[in-house]
């Protein structure tokens, strides 16, 4: 079983939708949570990045954490055709400096 | 300022030739990771270097992979020999540490190593 799990897709959306991702982890050591964007042939964009439970704001960009169900989601609001992409989530343990761990990534199409 | 850089983009090598990839974080940044994703699978943690010092290489997979950040700046990755299973995307991503208290990884492009 993988340490992090997060549905593959493809999630499409119409332009102006939510889109809403999640994962779900297993190892409860894990304390910081991040999301990534990234596009085609480019490197991961980091997007989000929470500490522990509870939720994050970030403009258009929404982070929730739930430690006791090991779940963590990212919400896009008013999504746009440029949001399309893959996200990725990612997670460490409190160790400073600590190595992530990653999802496999949920490929997003928003539609115009 | 200037992001992670990588170089090259992208390489083509036959199996048992040596390859190397470089990498240089963002400027100030004391720590400095590699990561790889190979076809079909998750990015997967290699190694953590603090300035020049391997903090945690428990993600090499053998040994024909060295690492080394000289001087606690740039870091090359070389992969000697080269088999097939080690095509794949290899990032290398870097972050404050210490001297700020933040810890966000921040990624370059990545190198693409085809090994044929």
């Known amino acids: 079983q993988k340490e992090v799990e997060q549905d593959p897709g493809p999630l499409s959306v119409p332009e102006g939708a939510i889109v809403s991702l999640n994962c779900t982890y297993s190892n409860s050591a894990f304390q910081y949570f991040m999301w990534y964007r990234q596009y085609s042939r480019k490197g991961p964009e980091l997007l989000m990045y929470t500490y522990s439970s509870g939720n994050k704001e970030d403009g258009r960009f929404t982070a929730q954490v739930d430690k006791s169900s090991k779940y963590i989601s990212l919400f896009i609001r008013d999504s746009q055709p440029s949001d399309s992409a893959t996200y990725l989530c990612a997670m460490s343990p409190p160790a400073a400096g600590n190595k992530l761990t990653f999802g496999g990534g949920t490929r997003v199409l928003v539609k115009p | 300022e200037a992001g992670v850089t990588q170089f090259p983009s992208h390489s083509v090598i036959e199996k048992g030739q040596t390859v190397t990839l470089r990498c240089d974080p963002i400027s100030g940044h004391d720590n400095l990771y590699w990561y790889r994703r190979v076809m079909g699978k998750e990015i997967k943690f290699l190694l953590h270097f603090v300035k020049e010092s391997k903090q945690d290489e428990s993600g090499m997979p053998n040994n024909r992979f060295l690492a080394e950040r000289t001087g606690g700046t740039y870091s090359t990755l070389k992969v000697q020999p080269a088999e097939l299973e080690d095509s794949g995307v290899y990032f290398c991503?870097?972050?404050?540490?210490?001297?700020?208290?933040?810890?966000?990884?921040?990624f370059g492009p990545g190198t693409r190593l085809t090994v044929t």
């Open positions: 991503a870097s972050s404050q540490g210490h001297t700020s208290g933040s810890y966000e990884q921040y």
